[in-house]
């Protein structure tokens, strides 16, 4: 797993461990909230999840990392992603929970931007994008807001609720 242990003003972003699942459990298992970032609209086990931790920890361009307010030290959302290299210099922002109580207080930008200019600093990325559900209007007015472009629009290939789930590519491109 590719470690990140970012600190910033309000938040810092520091690597899951086993026992802080807990907490993204029962992100994962109200469903009906955060269906849209999780991609799943049904009850998990804590085995499965634990499974996709250990995914994440085998492979070395991963990171899958918590969103922590630095006033309560305690976790309030997640971030999960990819870096890849090669030519493209990509991230891939893959998950973005921010715990319902602390949703539209900037938190979720502040750890988006976090997020970007340390791999900015670090990385030299070029570009980070994301895939969103065309349905989630919330979450494409959210990117768009932090300077991502919708790119294209892909047939469904995912379903939530038994509904084909369409996914919009957005990507931010990064001056170097």
Same mark, same amino acid.
């Given at each position: 797993?590719?470690?990140?242990?970012?600190?910033? #003003?309000? *938040?810092?972003?520091?690597? *899951?461990?086993?026992?802080?699942?807990k =907490? *993204? =459990?029962?992100?994962?298992n109200?469903?009906?909230?955060? !269906?849209y970032a999780?991609?799943v #609209? =049904?009850?998990?086990?804590?085995? @499965?999840l $634990?499974r996709?931790?250990?995914?994440?920890i085998?492979?070395? #361009?991963?990171f899958?990392?918590?969103?922590?307010?630095?006033?309560?030290?305690?976790?309030?959302?997640?971030?999960?992603?990819?870096?890849?290299?090669?030519?493209?210099?990509?991230?891939?922002?893959r998950? $973005?929970?921010?715990?319902?109580?602390?949703?539209?207080?900037? =938190?979720?930008?502040?750890? $988006?931007?976090?997020?970007?200019? @340390?791999?900015?600093?670090?990385?030299?990325?070029?570009?980070?994008?994301?895939?969103?559900a !065309? #349905?989630?209007?919330?979450?494409?007015?959210?990117? @768009?807001?932090?300077?991502?472009?919708?790119?294209?629009?892909?047939?469904?290939?995912?379903?939530?609720?038994?509904k084909?789930?369409?996914?919009?590519?957005?990507?931010?491109?990064?001056?170097?």
């Amino acid at each position: 797993m590719l470690s990140l242990n970012i600190q910033g #003003d309000d *938040i810092f972003l520091k690597d *899951i461990k086993l026992n802080e699942l807990k =907490y *993204i =459990y029962k992100w994962y298992n109200n469903y009906e909230e955060y !269906k849209y970032a999780t991609g799943v #609209d =049904y009850p998990i086990s804590f085995n @499965h999840l $634990v499974r996709k931790y250990n995914e994440s920890i085998l492979c070395l #361009d991963e990171f899958f990392v918590g969103i922590y307010s630095c006033n309560l030290y305690k976790m309030i959302g997640v971030l999960k992603g990819k870096y890849i290299n090669l030519d493209k210099r990509t991230l891939w922002i893959r998950l $973005v929970i921010i715990e319902s109580g602390f949703q539209r207080k900037g =938190y979720g930008q502040k750890a $988006v931007n976090l997020l970007i200019n @340390h791999f900015k600093s670090n990385k030299n990325i070029k570009s980070v994008c994301l895939a969103v559900a !065309k #349905d989630n209007i919330k979450a494409i007015k959210f990117w @768009h807001k932090q300077g991502f472009e919708e790119m294209e629009s892909l047939n469904s290939f995912l379903e939530l609720s038994e509904k084909p789930f369409n996914p919009i590519v957005m990507c931010k491109y990064i001056s170097q």
